[in-house]
């Protein structure tokens, strides 16, 4: 079953593409068709006034590369001037979004995700796809920066033009998910790229982030790399629709061959992670290309089984409601941490805590009082 027939697609001017399974969106600005070389360039750097506004939309519906990347920034800006206009960015996106298969991607370090999806991004091209790459690189403690090498770690998936790579830091957000991943998916797929890769850092139980706005979520893990039924936390594993033992090749392939098995009896006494699907396990070698045809064959399948059953379309409802819950959760946070008043008792109760002058559920309490007097 086609992705584009699911009950996101809003829009009339959906066509095929002879080069894609997926829908593509060909609209119009207000203004009349725009030319290409119209469309790279932006009225001003300074995010303001709906011309420009109107210039971003355009850009990323015609799929100029340079300003999507523009409009990402735009996005995870945490800006407060920037914040009404990537809203209204992406509220214009939405009716363009939705046509395309999400995958979540996660593993132990060293397990080869990178070079997995660079092997699978590169296969999916081939087949007539386009591909966007959304790698979070963890941020530092200490220094808050990041490295983003991603583009140098996948240099051959960079180089193609049916492919968009975009690194974005954590944050010291938990579980290696930006807090505007959700909104850089929908931009993404509103500029055309009909899968989305979606590469998370580390694994643990904070991956549900991740798990709430994928469709199909992929578990990478490695043969040989000590007990492997223990040395990874079981709520990863549960979360997981399929579990891929990289790095089968050479004479880690019989290993990689026992772990598969070992995996496969252990994912039949866990509750599935989609209902209606079972968990599958396989091995492949992201260095050779071995079983990536199978790895893509089996999450065409899983799409199609969960559109037939109808988990696919609750289960974007059911992130689209958690998306909302975070977006309020993270507004709420904004108010007290940039309110005057709660900033000032803030350092001020900081310092009576420090100095052991008080509990900190007393002040803990206190500062709520504080927030709660301000909402009535």
């Known amino acids: 079953m086609d992705i584009n027939k699911n009950k996101f697609s809003n829009s009339t001017d959906s066509v095929k593409?002879?080069?894609?399974?997926?829908a593509v969106r060909i609209v119009k600005g207000e203004g009349g068709e725009i030319k290409p070389a119209q469309a790279k360039k932006i009225v001003s750097s300074k995010i303001t006034g709906k011309v420009t506004l109107n210039n971003y939309f355009k850009g990323v519906v015609e799929g100029n590369r340079t300003i999507l990347a523009k409009a990402i920034t735009l996005v995870e800006s945490n800006s407060k001037k920037h914040h009404q206009a990537a809203q209204e960015l992406i509220t214009?996106?939405?009716?363009?979004?939705?046509?395309?298969?999400?995958?979540?991607?996660?593993?132990?370090?060293g397990s080869g995700k990178s070079t997995l999806i660079e092997t699978l991004g590169l296969y999916l091209i081939e087949q007539g796809h386009k591909v966007a790459v959304l790698s979070v690189d963890p941020s530092s403690s200490?220094?808050?920066?990041?490295?983003?090498?991603?583009?140098?770690?996948?240099e051959r998936l960079s180089q193609q033009t049916n492919c968009f790579i975009?690194?974005?830091?954590?944050?010291?957000?938990?579980?290696?998910?930006?807090?505007?991943?959700h909104e850089?998916?929908?931009v993404c797929e509103a500029a055309g790229f009909n899968i989305i890769l979606i590469e998370t850092m580390g694994v643990g139980q904070s991956e549900i982030t991740v798990r709430s706005m994928v469709d199909f979520f992929l578990l990478v893990l490695i043969a040989g790399a000590g007990d492997e039924l223990q040395g990874i936390k079981r709520g990863v594993i549960e979360l997981a629709d399929a579990i891929l033992i990289n790095k089968a090749d050479g004479d880690n392939e019989t290993r990689s061959k026992m772990a598969k098995i070992d995996y496969s009896n252990a994912v039949r006494y866990l509750r599935p992670a989609t209902k209606g699907w079972?968990?599958?396990?396989?091995?492949?070698s992201a260095l050779t290309g071995k079983g990536i045809p199978e790895l893509w064959s089996l999450i065409e399948n899983y799409r199609n089984v969960t559109i037939e059953n109808g988990e696919f379309y609750k289960k974007r409802k059911n992130q689209a409601l958690e998306w909302t819950y975070r977006l309020f959760e993270d507004g709420i946070k904004d108010f007290i941490y940039n309110d005057e008043e709660i900033k000032?008792?803030?350092?001020?109760?900081?310092?009576?805590v420090l100095n052991e002058n008080i509990l900190p559920t007393a002040a803990a309490e206190i500062l709520l009082d504080i927030f709660k007097s301000k909402i009535k």
């Open 166 to 181: 975009r690194p974005s830091p954590s944050g010291g957000i938990l579980g290696g998910v930006s807090r505007k991943t």
């Open 184 to 186: 850089t998916i929908i």
């Open 344 to 352: 000032t008792k803030l350092a001020e109760y900081k310092k009576l």
């Open 17 to 22: 593409n002879n080069n894609n399974n997926f």
């Open 278 to 284: 079972l968990s599958k396990v396989l091995t492949a």
């Open 92 to 109: 214009n996106l939405l009716p363009y979004s939705g046509n395309s298969i999400r995958i979540g991607i996660t593993g132990i370090p």
């Open 142 to 154: 200490v220094s808050k920066g990041s490295i983003l090498g991603d583009k140098t770690r996948m």
